[in-house]
């Protein structure tokens, strides 16, 4: 997003918003009269009221500032301007491995890849510095199929609690353990099985040569050291992980001039029903197993809800890690409500399913390790006429088993600030609740009708998608997006007077249970059909490609046809929802974002 106006922070000329997040929003800037860009951190302005804060913030960024290595986009300045801290880094010029397409590398490349990772990080260990937030948002690939690593060690800094659900979070530290080096090696280790499978690695744990076909078998016991759910079964370094992967980077005869580019294959892998293992490993010792079980079972039965991307409450500044020691310990924050809403990031490959399941006690200790635990959606009922069009939608089943039992009503998330917020005909949004990050799109997007917005934290993902559409020939066209309460009763009110209260009530959520309220949903229409809300949305060419393509962009069709009995109302094809990283995930199981969080209750 360009800035229409002229913005100053101290020396530095801001030019456009690069992205933000929970530590902040970053710009691309320049010295004032230079040419040169960097890339320059807002963070936030609250931290500054810490009499220690400048002190602290000297040490952390004095730290990453002495670093070198081509990978590390290390800090260049720092400071505090009329009560707003930044941070100044180079500016990375890769594209970040959540924009591309995980198979968009061939194996070997992928390889490459990663071990110039773990090199880099290893130069982090080395100086005492643990990364504690390697994920692909923060892993960009370059031109030269390296990876360039940000944001070395700034979510710990800020004492931004991780969440214990997110994929590339060790188990030892989603069970509350402090982040260590053995943690960074796990998380890469996640990145590196997308890279070479395309998905998240899930419980039971498939070698990746099980998963896609080219992979070598070789492979397979470096990858599973890496993801082992023991620390000290892991390799006792990033420079060990690195040497044990170096034999499998060589690339094969005419790829090394193609490997090292991304291409934007839609995101529509099939689900691989996967089991057990390739070959026999060697049988770990029974302690080993038995603890191995308790920690997969506190994962699936009673771990705190994940993925959050609401921002973290800022903590004290005094944790970054001396010189001396490797572990990071956590810096001291007040005690977290207790957890509703477990979630596993990476759901296991199931046989059947049936919704809302409880796993509990032994039964979870057992299910995760036979992967017998299953997931599924609710079967779909018969829906009311469409909004225009005037055909009847019907979903074909989605469960040949429906569970017999009532569906149980989730449990409220944490605050309508969450990207995973449920909402529900049990769980509404507060109607004083209103995001306090909206932003217009009418300059990015045609809209059918003025002020649509959407809340900040989706607006990079958003402009992403529209690019997409546009590159496949489409203009994309959005009919709504922040719904208030009051437009939420008037939009009501009209189609109680059209169909009756009964009537409305099948077509859309009451005022008040309304997903639109969030901030980050938006509403898709077809010049093909009249620009009009039209339960035929799918089979518009709009239609067609968001449902392919949306969840690489962090987008789900959070109201599908064939899910009323979840949703309670019909179905609205054109409906799309920001979730972020877990958004394919979820698309490729055909589960709502309910149902996929409540198959870990």
Not at 27 to 40: C, F, N, P, Q, W
Not at 396 to 425: E, K, N
Not at 580 to 587: C, N, R, S, V
Request: aromatic letters at 6%.
């Amino acid at each position: 997003m360009l800035i229409a106006r002229s913005i100053q922070v101290g020396r530095y000329q801001l030019h456009h918003l690069i992205g933000a997040g929970r530590h902040g929003s970053v710009y691309r800037a320049s010295l004032i009269g230079d040419t040169a860009e960097v890339a320059l951190r807002l963070l936030d302005g609250r931290l500054a009221a810490d009499p220690q804060f400048r002190a602290r913030l000297d040490t952390f960024a004095g730290s990453l500032a002495a670093l070198d290595h081509p990978a590390l986009d290390s800090v260049v300045d720092w400071g505090v301007e009329d009560g707003q801290p930044f941070l100044v880094t180079r500016l990375e010029r890769g594209t970040p491995l959540d924009r591309i397409d995980f198979l968009a590398l061939e194996p070997a490349a992928a390889v490459r890849a990663i071990v110039g990772a773990f090199e880099a990080v290893a130069h982090l260990h080395r100086r005492g510095i643990v990364h504690g937030d390697l994920r692909p948002a923060n892993l960009a690939l370059r031109e030269d199929g390296t990876l360039g690593i940000m944001d070395a060690a700034l979510a710990r800094w800020l004492g931004a609690a991780p969440s214990p659900a997110c994929p590339y979070l060790s188990p030892e530290c989603a069970a509350g353990a402090p982040i260590t080096a053995a943690a960074d090696c796990y998380a890469l280790g996640v990145v590196l099985y997308q890279l070479v499978t395309g998905v998240l690695p899930a419980a039971p744990l498939a070698p990746p040569s099980a998963v896609r076909a080219g992979v070598p078998a070789a492979l397979d016991p470096v990858v599973l050291r890496l993801l082992h759910p023991l620390p000290e079964a892991r390799f006792p370094s990033a420079e060990a992980a690195a040497d044990a992967l170096r034999p499998f980077a060589a690339a094969s005869p005419g790829a090394a001039a193609q490997d090292a580019q991304p291409r934007r294959a839609p995101l529509a892998l099939p689900l691989r029903q996967l089991r057990g293992w390739v070959g026999k490993p060697p049988r770990p010792p029974l302690a080993a197993t038995l603890l191995t079980a308790l920690v997969i079972g506190m994962l699936a039965a009673a771990t705190a809800v994940g993925a959050r991307s609401a921002p973290g409450r800022p903590g004290p500044l005094d944790t970054f890690l001396p010189a001396a020691t490797v572990a990071l310990e956590p810096p001291a924050t007040a005690t977290p409500p207790t957890p509703t809403l477990p979630v596993v990031a990476a759901l296991p490959p199931p046989v059947v399913i049936t919704p809302f399941t409880s796993l509990g006690g032994a039964a979870a200790v057992s299910r995760a390790l036979t992967g017998s635990a299953a997931i599924t959606g609710s079967g779909a009922v018969s829906g009311a006429g469409a909004v225009t069009g005037g055909t009847a939608l019907t979903g074909a089943a989605q469960s040949s088993r429906p569970s017999a039992t009532p569906t149980p009503p989730p449990p409220a998330y944490s605050s309508p600030d969450s990207l995973l917020y449920v909402v529900s005909p049990r769980q509404g949004v507060p109607e004083s609740y209103v995001p306090a990050d909206l932003v217009p799109i009418d300059g990015l997007v045609r809209t059918t009708k003025a002020n649509v917005r959407l809340r900040r934290i989706a607006l990079d993902a958003f402009r992403r998608l529209v690019e997409g559409m546009r590159a496949a020939g489409l203009e994309p066209v959005v009919a709504e997006g922040y719904l208030s309460p009051a437009e939420q009763r008037d939009s009501f009110a009209k189609l109680v007077a059209q169909h009756g209260q009964s009537g409305a009530e099948r077509l859309r959520p009451k005022p008040g249970f309304d997903e639109h309220q969030l901030g980050t949903v938006v509403d898709f229409v077809s010049p093909s059909q009249g620009l009009q809300l039209d339960d035929r949305f799918n089979d518009s060419p709009e239609g067609r490609w968001l449902l392919a393509n949306a969840p690489k962009y962090g987008f789900l069709q959070s109201a599908p046809p064939g899910k009323e009995a979840v949703l309670g109302v019909k179905g609205r094809p054109w409906q799309y929802r920001y979730v972020g990283e877990l958004a394919y995930d979820i698309a490729s199981r055909n589960l709502t974002l309910e149902e996929y969080l409540a198959a870990r209750r």
